[in-house]
């Protein structure tokens, strides 16, 4: 049972813009960890999206955006492709817990 | 940097198995590593860390079952798991931490290795 929540799955039209949410409490985001995300294309390992709440590692896409506030925090993908169609975690530190905690994960559908 | 898993397979409930990250590209010594599996169908759940210092520690579903090591002779970075059910099936990944700063807490997961199955069937 994680203790970040992300809705099961979300859509949109090639060209738009998506969000996902990554809800936590006071042990985890809210107590000021840095937040991660991960794209998980099918099949596949989990790759670096973004780290540190707001920044993209080299080779990641403008496209896709981070932020944090208070104890949440979002990814945005803009100009939807086909190929962002994947899998996609958040990821902290939770002091309750002790531990690395993930995100319940979203699938994201291009239609 | 690369990250090979093996050692992943069949094993009954109560079995015993020993997974290895093989690190090409940096010295397990000077780095931080984890362990993430998931279950079939299911999300990304930490397993078990070995920081550079070291020191270990692992979720409350492993431990005292699992245990993390390293070996710097042959740069590879281990997960020795007894007492296994059911649960335990998963795709297991290694993946070495990075940071910014000193806080271990801050740390993300890049890169990761392609996993390996572990199936405990009865």
């Known amino acids: 049972q994680s203790v970040l929540t992300q809705a099961p799955s979300v859509s949109g039209a090639p060209g738009l813009r998506v969000t996902i949410a990554c809800t936590g409490s006071?042990?985890?985001?809210?107590?000021?960890?840095?937040v991660h995300w991960y794209q998980q294309l099918p099949r596949t390992a989990p790759k670096l999206l973004i780290y540190g709440n707001n920044k993209r590692p080299s080779g990641v896409s403008a496209r896709f955006s981070g932020s944090k506030s208070g104890t949440s925090a979002s990814l945005a993908i803009t100009g939807l492709q086909a190929e962002d169609e994947a899998a996609y975690y958040c990821q902290s530190y939770d002091t309750s817990l002790g531990g690395y905690v993930f995100g319940t994960g979203t699938e994201v559908t291009v239609l | 940097v690369q990250l090979v898993e093996s050692g992943g397979g069949l094993i009954h409930p109560g079995g015993s198995l020993r997974l290895s990250c093989s690190v090409a590209g940096l010295s397990v010594r000077g780095n931080s590593f984890s362990w993430v599996r998931q279950a079939p169908g299911q999300g990304l759940e930490w397993v078990s860390v070995i920081y550079t210092a070291g020191s270990t520690d692992s979720a409350d579903s492993v431990k005292g079952r699992f245990t993390i090591s390293r070996d710097t002779s042959e740069n590879t970075v281990s997960l020795q798991m007894n007492t296994l059910t059911p649960e335990d099936t998963a795709v297991y990944y290694c993946?070495?931490?990075?940071?910014?700063?000193?806080?271990?807490?801050?740390?993300?997961?890049?890169?990761w290795g392609q996993g390996t199955l572990v199936t405990v069937f009865s």
């Open positions: 993946a070495r931490h990075s940071a910014n700063g000193p806080s271990q807490r801050l740390n993300w997961f890049d890169p």
């Open positions: 006071g042990s985890n985001i809210g107590a000021g960890f840095d």
